[in-house]
């Protein structure tokens, strides 16, 4: 997690110092904004990464500058061999995003759906 937290703190300087540097230079509104909330966005990935570190406090293998390959190695966690799901989620979310230029009452149907289908995503293991 440290390189994690050093890399997106060096991101967040980097966004800020252009961000400085484009308010000076171009005085574009849009532009400015759209800066600002990358540096926003930098520092809250990189407080994440600092604020889990702080809490684990172990060093993880990826911050172990001698560490080997198979020191990561392990069950990385469940992954669904045969689910429609996610194909169902990116389609209901596609027709949300489409909802936005054709129509409000697209829109709303999308959600909808995009809900429902999200639950069924997380609930596919679920049984009576």
Same mark, same amino acid.
């Given at each position: 997690? %440290?390189?994690?937290?050093?890399?997106?703190?060096?991101? &967040?300087?980097?966004?800020? $110092?252009?961000?400085?540097?484009?308010?000076?230079?171009? %005085?574009?509104?849009?532009?400015?904004?759209?800066?600002?909330?990358?540096?926003?966005? &930098? +520092?809250? +990935?990189?407080?994440?990464?600092?604020?889990?570190? /702080? /809490?684990?406090?172990?060093?993880?293998?990826?911050?172990?500058?001698?560490?080997?390959?198979?020191?990561?190695?392990?069950?990385?966690?469940?992954?669904?061999?045969?689910?429609?799901?996610?194909?169902?989620?990116?389609?209901?979310?596609?027709?949300?995003?489409?909802?936005?230029?054709?129509?409000?009452?697209?829109?709303? $149907?999308? &959600?909808?759906?995009?809900? +429902?289908? $999200?639950?069924?995503?997380?609930?596919?293991?679920? /049984?009576?």
């Amino acid at each position: 997690m %440290k390189f994690g937290w050093r890399l997106f703190g060096g991101i &967040a300087l980097f966004y800020a $110092i252009v961000t400085v540097v484009y308010a000076l230079w171009a %005085k574009e509104v849009v532009g400015i904004v759209a800066l600002i909330l990358s540096t926003c966005l &930098a +520092i809250l +990935i990189g407080f994440y990464f600092w604020f889990t570190d /702080r /809490r684990v406090g172990a060093t993880l293998p990826e911050d172990n500058l001698e560490g080997e390959i198979a020191d990561r190695a392990g069950e990385q966690g469940f992954f669904s061999p045969h689910s429609w799901w996610p194909f169902v989620v990116s389609l209901f979310a596609t027709l949300t995003g489409l909802g936005l230029i054709l129509g409000w009452w697209f829109t709303l $149907i999308g &959600a909808t759906a995009l809900m +429902i289908s $999200i639950m069924g995503w997380s609930l596919q293991y679920e /049984r009576r």
